[in-house]
């Protein structure tokens, strides 16, 4: 039972990893003895979050690249493969939203949102699979973890392309489980709710906005780092292997509280 949720050794690459739940789960993994690589389009800032996340002995490696264009999936799949021979973990993070009005919402809305968010987890899937296959075992499967949204659940609000965008990926995740199975390979989502990050910093920064969402919470608070670290760790260990095609919710209890 101790090792249960030891991940001391793997090597995982973690898209959109140099901030918001990203980072998150690249610091739990680096703490836990996982070698990461992030990467993003903005190469200072990623740069920056490696240095930060290898400061107390851990590893982590920056590779910059765009991935809302399949030339950029590819990019990041090559430099991978000239270091490592395997991954034994993808986190398929980052992602997009854009917010406007109806009668305003443009095409950029949508093509912007939907590459980054749909098919940018495609195309990095397809790049690393060769190496992700190399790492699976029966007993040890390879993992990939998409983080989807409560907005792939919910309804409402102004940006139009967000939700689809992540029901888009919580139906690629039990696609892909399905397909990816034989080959020991288990495909799982995370959909987060109300967490500190850049994109959610219009509400967690702002005091009343804060309350506001977390009275809507039925654990009256949004999510910690520990809380994204902590479930991609337990998907990734020996205590996650038997799970897949699953999107679990990770909103402290809010979608249950939407459909009183």
């Not at 990095?124 to 792939?152: C, F, H, W, Y």
């Amino acid at each position: 039972m101790k090792d249960l949720f030891n991940v001391k050794g793997k090597i995982a690459v973690v898209t959109g990893g140099g901030r918001g739940i990203g980072y998150m789960i690249a610091r739990g993994f680096v703490e836990s003895g996982v070698k990461v690589y992030i990467s993003s389009r903005k190469a200072a800032n990623l740069e920056a979050a490696a240095k930060e996340l290898s400061k107390e002995g851990g590893q982590c490696v920056a590779i910059p690249a765009d991935l809302s264009r399949e030339s950029g999936a590819k990019k990041l799949g090559d430099a991978i493969k000239e270091r490592e021979e395997k991954i034994h973990i993808l986190v398929n993070n980052a992602g997009a939203t854009w917010g406007a009005p109806f009668e305003e919402f443009s095409d950029d809305a949508w093509e912007r949102v939907l590459n980054i968010n749909v098919k940018g987890p495609f195309f990095v899937t397809q790049a690393l699979m060769p190496l992700l296959k190399k790492a699976a075992t029966p007993e040890d499967p390879a993992r990939i973890i998409n983080i989807g949204s409560v907005a792939g659940f919910t309804t409402g609000g102004v940006a139009f392309s967000y939700g689809p965008s992540k029901a888009a990926v919580h139906h690629m995740t039990k696609n892909w489980a399905c397909q990816f199975a034989k080959d020991w390979i288990t495909v799982n989502a995370i959909a987060p709710g109300a967490f500190p990050s850049k994109m959610m910093a219009f509400i967690t920064d702002n005091d009343e906005a804060r309350k506001a969402i977390e009275a809507r919470i039925p654990l009256n608070r949004i999510g910690s780092p520990d809380d994204a670290a902590g479930l991609a760790i337990f998907l990734s260990s020996r205590a996650g292997a038997y799970l897949t095609g699953t999107v679990i919710p990770l909103d402290g209890g809010s979608l249950i509280r939407s459909g009183e």
